[in-house]
């Protein structure tokens, strides 16, 4: 690949040009009248491929998504690991003469424990979150296809 003097590839700035072209870079519909359509009957075309499209994929785009319901933050905690793991090693350490050193180590660790807990809790959260965010694209990619197939069947070209 060469470089422009203005820092961009040569098949950047295509791959940026086709996108730019085809509106979906910005997710945009265009609906082009094949047929001399008036505005009010596209108008009229478009609110029946709605309909149809709703019906067909069980999809309506006019209403609000219900995303699944969020879990509860993370219960884990450093701290609360840390107050767990210096009990037991105080425990630990009283049985083998030192309670203070067994406290501070089982600290360390339980608070380690926690974190680890607690991360792992909101790698969770965040997976789930993004599979529901591309269930939610499939299905207007699904409905969009199908809104498409109608305007097509009555004469519109849809890029």
């Known amino acids: 690949m060469t470089r422009s003097r203005h820092g961009w590839t040569r098949a950047g700035a295509a791959v940026g040009a086709l996108l730019l072209a085809s509106g979906t870079a910005w997710g945009q519909t265009f609906i082009y009248p094949q047929k001399g359509q008036s505005p009010q009957q596209q108008g009229q075309d478009q609110a029946e491929c709605q309909m149809w499209a709703t019906q067909q994929t069980g999809i309506n785009p006019g209403m609000p ?14 701290f609360r690991g840390a107050a767990r793991g210096a009990a037991v090693g105080a425990v630990g350490g009283a049985i083998g003469g030192d309670a203070g050193k067994g406290a501070a180590i089982g600290a360390a660790t339980g608070a380690m ?3 680890m807990r607690r991360r792992d809790q909101m790698q969770q959260q965040e997976a789930q979150q993004q599979q529901a965010q591309q269930a939610q694209a499939m299905q207007m990619g699904t409905f969009k296809r199908a809104q498409a197939t109608c305007l097509g069947a009555k004469g519109y070209t849809v890029n």
Request: aromatic residues 0%.
């Open 65 to 78: 998504q219900q995303m699944p319901a969020q879990a509860p933050p993370p219960t884990s905690s450093p």
């Open 113 to 115: 424990m926690g974190g």
